[in-house]
């Protein structure tokens, strides 16, 4: 297994568009969480997954941005609309979901920059 | 919800000293996080811990749950020892919780 991947690495948008990130955690991992982080700032908690299950949604993650994760494998984010402010890093991690929550694999994060 | 405080927000230091970074939280915890950054690089976790101490190389984190405090050690520091180093613990304190953030210490190591 090569840990949790992303795609894609950096996206470049006009203001407006809409763009989804990918992402796939490692295969046995039943949790999925994502980030955000901007320049110099430590990352922020946009929603995470228990399987297919979205179970929490910070509100960070306002009604244009949309995560799924069918059958409980890859998930998907998607930003509706583009502003500028959206401009930042997204990172997906994984973890096994013990009782304790599991250690956090992350992957290396899509930088989204919206023009 | 938790909120996270580090200190310091930088630190450099010479090659072979000993480093100490500090985490502090407000709410109760199941487990607390250590994660390093590289610049331009993704995040490895370093350390999970609910209690006592773990060690690993030349890092070292303890917790005190009484306290709401954590701190990272590194002993014998070395220059790729370089990156920023990032607390967080769960948002409202459970395992499964997403996590919330410090802002993270920037350590340089010159040789």
């Known amino acids: 297994d090569t840990g949790v991947s992303q795609n894609p690495r950096h996206k470049i948008t006009k203001r407006g568009q809409n763009v989804t990130f990918r992402c796939d955690p490692i295969?046995?991992?039943?949790?999925l969480y994502w980030y955000r982080q901007t320049l110099g700032q430590g990352p922020e908690f946009l929603t995470y997954?228990?399987?297919?299950?979205?179970?929490?949604k910070s509100r960070l993650l306002s009604d244009r941005f949309s995560a799924e994760r069918p059958k409980g494998s890859f998930s998907t984010l998607e930003i509706q609309r583009t502003e500028q402010g959206d401009s930042a890093m997204y990172l997906c991690?994984?973890?096994?979901?013990?009782?304790?929550?599991?250690?956090?694999?992350f992957g290396e994060g899509s930088r989204l920059t919206v023009l | 919800k938790n909120e996270v405080e580090q200190s310091p927000q930088n630190l450099t230091a010479q090659e072979g000293e000993f480093i100490t970074i500090n985490c502090s939280y407000s709410?109760?915890?199941?487990?607390l996080h250590w994660l390093q950054q590289h610049p331009g690089g993704g995040i490895v976790s370093l350390f999970m811990?609910?209690?006592?101490?773990k060690k690993h190389g030349r890092l070292i984190a303890t917790i005190n749950i009484q306290e709401k405090h954590s701190s990272l050690h590194i002993t014998a520091s070395h220059p790729r020892d370089s990156a920023v180093y990032i607390c967080?613990?769960?948002?409202w304190g459970g395992g499964a919780d997403g996590l919330t953030f410090g802002k993270g210490t920037h350590l340089i190591i010159q040789p």
């Open positions: 997954f228990q399987n297919e299950a979205q179970l929490e």
């Open positions: 991690a994984s973890s096994p979901g013990t009782g304790l929550g599991g250690e956090l694999f």
């Open positions: 295969s046995e991992h039943n949790r």
């Open positions: 967080a613990v769960p948002l």
């Open positions: 709410v109760g915890i199941s487990a």
């Open positions: 811990l609910s209690s006592g101490k």
